[in-house]
């Protein structure tokens, strides 16, 4: 991001719920870190602001984000800067938190493609990680729209790529997963990786972005209606799980970033409960997790207002449904 973004903090203030059931376990299986200038840090304990404000939040994954990395070395091992960064705030959250939820697990990111030099990478990252790391995510995100905030950084076609699709098949072989992020024109491609690697773990993070700005952005219906046979066919593949949050990226243009006020969580569950109910009846609770993806999401919606939309959303679940959501298969796909 080239631009200062404000902190929403204060703009969040302005629209204060007190938790729906505050008493169920939550495991946030996806968050950032990171020491950013122009988006503003987002460190433990900016985490825990938000994660200490109602809900019972007990674990938590961070998810890569091109944080921290090592200024020299090999480039194939220069994320692994961010898993020390990452480790030392674990360690913190583990030390100092006085009912506040621990960095459980992270993902880190390498170079899928790096061919025999793959296993000495990843096996760094398990050592560097003292116990934490689960898997990659290498994002296949590629979309040249000039009005996107947060681009993706992959090349097109990395999918389909042979040495990539290597490098995710090792990472089953190995017992890690694989999470991705992408653009909802490239879930097809998606379905033929999962297809192709029917051995390893995969995570579909953000319902696969449906995108509303730009030239997208009067093409809401129709991305929608396309986006309902992609993920269909996307969860006929039953090594995917899919990891439901990310639609309060600005990207996804429903526009709250700005406004004078955000959003309640009526107004998230009025505007965004299809996306999610869709996801849940294609993919089954067993097979779909909560998310939060702080602080990208922070700068549309606060985690308070957030957790409650998603707990309404669900609110006629079963409690076996619920806990698998909230709490269940993100603690089986990542180990906790």
């Avoid at 690697?197 to 093409?219: C, E, I, M, N, S």
């Amino acid at each position: 991001m080239s631009n200062e973004i404000a902190d929403p903090t204060e703009w969040h203030s302005l629209v204060k719920e007190e938790a729906i059931d505050p008493h169920r376990p939550i495991v946030d299986p996806h968050h950032h870190l990171w020491r950013r200038i122009g988006f503003g840090p987002y460190l433990l304990e900016d985490l825990w602001l938000d994660t200490d404000t109602g809900h019972n939040v007990v674990n938590t994954v961070f998810m890569e984000c091109a944080a921290e990395y090592l200024e020299d070395g090999p480039k194939e091992r220069r994320s692994l800067g961010e898993v020390d960064f990452v480790v030392e705030q674990a360690e913190a959250s583990k030390a100092g938190g006085q009912g506040q939820p621990e960095i459980a697990a992270l993902v880190s990111h390498a170079d899928l493609r790096l061919g025999d030099a793959l296993g000495d990478v990843l096996a760094a990252h398990v050592e560097r990680s003292r116990g934490l790391f689960r898997g990659v995510r290498h994002a296949g995100a590629a979309d040249d729209e000039p009005a996107l905030m947060i681009p993706g950084r992959s090349p097109a076609g990395l999918y389909e790529d042979p040495e990539f699709r290597l490098g995710v098949a090792l990472l089953g072989r190995l017992g890690h997963s694989y999470d991705t992020w992408h653009y909802h024109h490239q879930n097809p491609g998606f379905a033929k990786l999962a297809r192709a690697v029917p051995d390893t773990q995969l995570v579909l993070d953000h319902f696969g972005t449906p995108l509303g700005v730009g030239r997208y952005a009067d093409k809401r219906e129709e991305i929608f209606q396309q986006w309902k046979k992609d993920v269909a066919e996307i969860a006929e593949c039953p090594n995917v799980v899919a990891k439901l949050g990310g639609l309060a990226m600005p990207d996804n243009g429903f526009g709250w970033m700005g406004r004078e006020l955000p959003p309640t969580s009526d107004e998230f569950v009025a505007t965004q409960s299809r996306y999610y109910l869709h996801m849940i009846e294609c993919f089954t609770p067993e097979r779909c997790m909560f998310e939060s993806n702080f602080p990208v999401d922070k700068l549309s919606i606060s985690y308070p207002v957030l957790w409650n939309g998603l707990k309404k959303i669900v609110q006629d679940f079963s409690e076996d449904e619920k806990n698998a959501l909230f709490h269940g298969t993100a603690t089986r796909v990542y180990r906790l």
